[in-house]
């Protein structure tokens, strides 16, 4: 990347400032994501007018969902050629439209339900992450097995789209819960290690708060499944 310091720390202490430093930025703009994401949620809840617009036309939601997945791969491969306001950006337009695609949920689970799922989500995200944080274990091979993980949920949602069967959507939420809990611990593990071997700057900041971004939105929804109580 282009913000790598090419510098590497030479001390323990230099390598711990280093971690700080690059944690705190990620978790600042991850923060930033998901306040937005609330924000334009709650713009889009309050609107009829726009909301109409979302759910009216299916070709508008779907083509949103695509906008996002293309601003996601284009953040993730080609952030060496973006520059870091061009990054920053980006990000905000993906949780603004997250935002906006999210809203929906809020017409099919209760506010009470959504809200104790969201505190959920955090106290086990904020717990995988400082595990993910203060581990001195190598935690590497945890990102394959996530991986797989992770592909076979996607699949698995996909097939389930033409299948509809509540009992197959348990079983995915289920899994995708256990998936996005390690990947929040294995990212947050991967960001710190990074930033030991020297990784440093906006750009990675950036690239970690869409991973983690990711992680707890993912999470969130899984849950949801769990704990949601639907209208």
């Given at each position: 990347?282009?913000?790598?310091?090419?510098?590497?720390?030479?001390?323990?202490?230099?390598?711990?400032?280093?971690?700080?430093?690059?944690?705190?930025?990620?978790?600042?703009?991850?923060?930033?994501?998901?306040?937005?994401?609330a924000f334009m949620a709650l713009i889009t809840l309050s609107s009829p007018a726009l909301?109409?617009?979302?759910?009216?036309?299916?070709?508008?939601?779907?083509?949103?969902?695509?906008?996002?997945?293309?601003?996601v791969f284009t953040l993730s491969?080609?952030?060496?050629?973006?520059?870091?306001a061009t990054a920053t950006l980006i990000f905000v337009a993906y949780s603004a439209l997250n935002g906006i695609t999210l809203s929906t949920i809020a017409l099919v689970y209760t506010a009470s339900s959504i809200t104790s799922t969201f505190v959920i989500t955090g106290g086990m995200f904020g717990a995988m992450s400082i595990y993910g944080y203060m581990t001195k274990k190598d935690l590497t091979s945890w990102g394959s097995f996530l991986f797989m993980g992770l592909i076979g949920v996607v699949i698995a949602s996909v097939v389930n789209i033409f299948v509809g069967s509540s009992a197959v959507s348990w079983v995915i939420s289920g899994i995708g819960v256990i998936v996005f809990t390690g990947l929040t611990a294995y990212d947050t593990w991967?960001?710190?290690?990074?930033?030991?071997?020297?990784?440093?700057?906006?750009k990675p900041a950036i690239l970690g708060a869409l991973t983690l971004y990711l992680d707890f939105i993912n999470l969130f929804l899984m849950l949801l499944r769990f704990t949601g109580d639907r209208r």
């Open positions: 990347m282009n913000d790598i310091n090419s510098t590497y720390p030479r001390t323990e202490s230099q390598v711990v400032v280093r971690q700080n430093a690059l944690i705190r930025q990620v978790y600042a703009l991850m923060g930033a994501g998901l306040a937005i994401t909301l109409n617009v979302v759910l009216g036309n299916k070709l508008v939601f779907y083509g949103l969902m695509f906008g996002e997945l293309a601003l491969g080609a952030i060496n050629k973006l520059s870091a991967k960001i710190k290690e990074m930033a030991a071997q020297g990784i440093e700057g906006r």
